[in-house]
């Protein structure tokens, strides 16, 4: 005699929705964790846009009128923009060389992130 067993078992159905549910837990976990990572380069990039201005800014202020380097050597300048701090550094690298530093601090996921840019400024005597 012949079984005339059709369709599908319980059992059968339980393994693929099984199957089906890890499929989905991969693909979403792959999106937040591409989230998070654009999310990073954003702020980096932030960042490297925000010292790289700033150090143009100095750049150009000094290259204005170099009695303004003397304003920038009154120790650290600090100032906060958006979430990001803002530090300039500058010193004396040879007698008409002016080295400036721009260093921005962020946090990022609870730690402490930081990108620093430096260029040396010709300030004639």
């Known amino acids: 005699m012949r079984s ?21 837990a991969v693909i979403f976990g792959s999106v937040q964790a591409s989230y998070l990572k654009q999310s990073h380069t954003e702020r980096y990039l932030d ?22 380097a003397a304003a920038y ?28 530093t721009v260093e921005v601090t962020w946090l990022e996921q609870g730690r402490n992130k930081n990108y620093h ?3 040396l400024c010709h300030v004639p005597g």
């Open 4 to 24: 005339k067993a059709h369709g599908f078992v319980y059992l059968d159905i339980i393994v693929a929705l099984f199957i089906f549910g890890l499929g989905f």
């Open 73 to 100: 050597l009154e120790g650290e300048h600090k100032h906060v923009v958006g979430f990001y701090n803002v530090v300039i550094k500058t010193e004396w690298a040879e007698a008409d060389l002016l080295s400036v």
């Open 47 to 68: 960042a490297v846009n925000l010292a790289s201005s700033t150090l143009n800014e100095v750049v150009d202020d000094v290259d204005e009128d170099p009695a303004a």
């Open 117 to 119: 840019v430096q260029s």
